[in-house]
Antibody, heavy 122, light 108 residues
């Protein structure tokens, strides 16, 4: 069974750094693209970026380029989303999700993590 | 960037009725690289339809997708109580992979 298990909720202050995780299991982690999606409170879904764990090829949405860093550690089948300096506007639920087909970038997301709620408040 | 516009914003229907949701793209989505997702409160999105018309694994056949180019439709033939949720379309043809703003299907 394909599973993506995300790290727990975080409460941070503006200016702090943060790295959240998404552990994949039940499939060949290195051969499927994994993406990150933001959902601000009461709002819709926003595609942030995507990584291919096999070679760490990473693509970002222009809206998030330079604001976050996406990475992956193949040895522990885990993808990451990190911030160097959080803002209050980063408060949101963040989901990781797997591309539906191995090796293919232009595919929908067929498996999703449960989400990580990030709250940034002074 | 391809902008996806979903309509209506909210659809008020009764169980057993037919739901028709629209997703219009600002430019052509090649290869019908369009998906539909369902999201219930407090849950992650779930893939319903990919390739504009292919049902994902385990999705009941009351869900169907159609369309090409710039106009796409999700149809729920007979609404079940568990179908009341928010539905998003997404294009994965070009970067960034944009989502529509969502259509809420609520109980009338």
């Amino acid at each position: 069974e394909v599973q993506l298990v995300q790290s727990g909720a975080e409460v941070k202050k503006p200016g702090e750094s943060l790295k959240i995780s998404c552990k994949g299991s039940g499939y060949s982690f290195t051969t499927y693209w994994i993406g990150w999606v933001r959902q601000m409170p009461g709002k819709g879904l926003e595609w942030m970026g995507i990584i291919y764990p096999g070679d760490s090829d990473t693509r970002y949405s222009p809206s998030f380029q330079g604001q976050v860093t996406i990475s992956a550690d193949r040895s522990i089948t885990t993808a990451y989303l990190q911030w160097s300096s959080l803002k209050a506007s980063d408060t949101a639920m963040y989901y990781c999700a797997r591309s539906r087909e191995a090796g293919m970038l232009h595919r929908s997301f067929d498996s999703w993590g449960q989400g990580t709620l990030v709250t940034v408040s002074s | 960037e391809i902008v996806l516009t979903q309509s209506p914003g909210t659809l008020s229907l009764s169980p057993g009725e037919r739901a028709t949701l629209s997703c219009r793209a600002s430019q052509s989505v090649s290869g019908s690289k369009l998906a539909w997702y369902q999201q219930k409160p407090g849950q992650a999105p779930r893939l319903l339809i990919y390739g504009a018309s292919s049902r994902a694994t385990g999705i009941p056949d009351r869900f169907s997708g159609s369309g090409s180019g710039t106009d796409f439709t999700l149809t729920i033939s007979r609404l079940e109580p568990e179908d009341f949720a928010v539905y998003y379309c997404q294009q994965y043809d070009s970067s960034p992979r944009t989502f529509g703003q969502g259509t809420k299907v609520e109980i009338k």
